[in-house]
């Protein structure tokens, strides 16, 4: 126990340390000028190939930020990973406008993983990529679990975070016992819901089979109940979060990537009568910490 406990405290003062004022990012496509330019499509030579090299260095919690512009009209998508096959922990972007700003993936171990040993693939519709970067991002925070998703996604009741369900695809769900949903926020009223797949084309449901829904029904979720007393001036200081158990039904749902049990995790969130607010962190707690190789890690 006494082992455990310096371990933590270890890994507590290095997520503190390690904490950066400026953001530090490497080029690893693209010129200073942003002149280079590749045009991504699903076509095998419309994919942006990086080496596994230009990742020798990165850690998880590292950024991935892709900037670049819109082509034509119609849709604009990007993916990481290949077609039909996107990296583990990373989720779905429709930039609509990324002229105006970058797109940013966060790093799990898995998706750094998977990119040491596959490289890294960008491809998508509608827009041409001029330059990537790997910046410290979420590098020096401190997490317990196994982290599924990392980020910052914006909740304005106009999009849900889809989460690719590779994601899941290594887990050993007998190990873990809870989905936890990091959020920050500023209030404590809105509701938040989990499903697998959309209703029929046309209808404005979704359908998630038997419904993985927030504990099991869906519910106006409050920061008191779930959050540990955690009140509004702290939740800054204090990370705030939702538990979800895992239930058999839910595991299957989150393990199974068909028609029925659809390709994604989607988080939906309405804000009600405040304001948006960030998902950070979708974490799986393991039933003992011994059955989670990285439980206690700095990323």
């Known amino acids: 126990m006494k082992t455990k406990i310096f371990v ?3 890994l507590l003062m290095a997520s503190l340390t390690n904490l950066r004022a400026d953001e ?3 080029r690893i496509y693209g010129d200073e000028d942003y002149s280079a330019n590749t ?3 699903y076509a095998p030579d419309g994919t942006l190939f990086l080496n596994a090299s230009n990742f020798s260095s990165a850690v998880v919690g ?16 990007l993916y990481l990973g290949e077609y039909d096959k996107p990296l583990p922990g990373s989720d779905f ?7 105006d700003d970058r797109v940013l993936f966060y790093i799990t171990e898995d998706m750094l993983s998977a990119i040491k040993s596959e490289h890294l693939r960008v ?11 790997i910046c410290d991002g979420k590098a020096g925070a401190l997490k317990f679990g196994k982290t599924i998703w990392t980020g910052y996604f914006w909740m304005d009741d106009s999009w849900s975070l889809e989460i690719y369900k590779e994601a899941f695809a290594s887990i050993d769900f007998s190990k873990y016992g809870k989905m936890r949903i990091y959020y920050e926020a500023n209030r404590t009223d809105f509701l938040m819901r989990l499903f697998t797949k959309f209703g029929a084309e046309g209808e404005d449901d979704y359908d998630d089979g038997t419904s993985i829904k927030l504990a099991g029904s869906e519910l106006d979720n409050h920061m008191e109940v779930h959050a540990g007393g955690v009140t509004p001036e702290r939740i800054y200081l204090t990370p ?7 239930t058999e039904t839910i595991k299957t749902y989150l393990s199974t990537k068909d028609e029925d049990h659809g390709s994604s995790l989607f988080i939906k969130c309405n804000k009600e009568s405040g304001a948006a607010f960030n998902v950070t962190d979708v974490v799986l707690l393991p039933i003992s ?7 206690f890690y700095v990323y």
């Open 8 to 10: 933590l405290a270890a």
């Open 24 to 26: 530090t990012c490497t």
């Open 39 to 41: 045009a991504i499509s």
């Open 62 to 77: 590292n950024a991935i930020k892709i900037y670049g512009f819109n082509t034509g009209g119609g849709a604009h998508k």
């Open 93 to 99: 972007r429709n930039p609509s406008n990324i002229n």
């Open 123 to 133: 491809y998508g519709e509608g827009i041409s990529v001029n330059r990537v970067e």
């Open 240 to 246: 705030t979060y939702v538990d979800i158990p895992l």
């Open 289 to 295: 910490p011994e059955d989670c190789s990285n439980c």
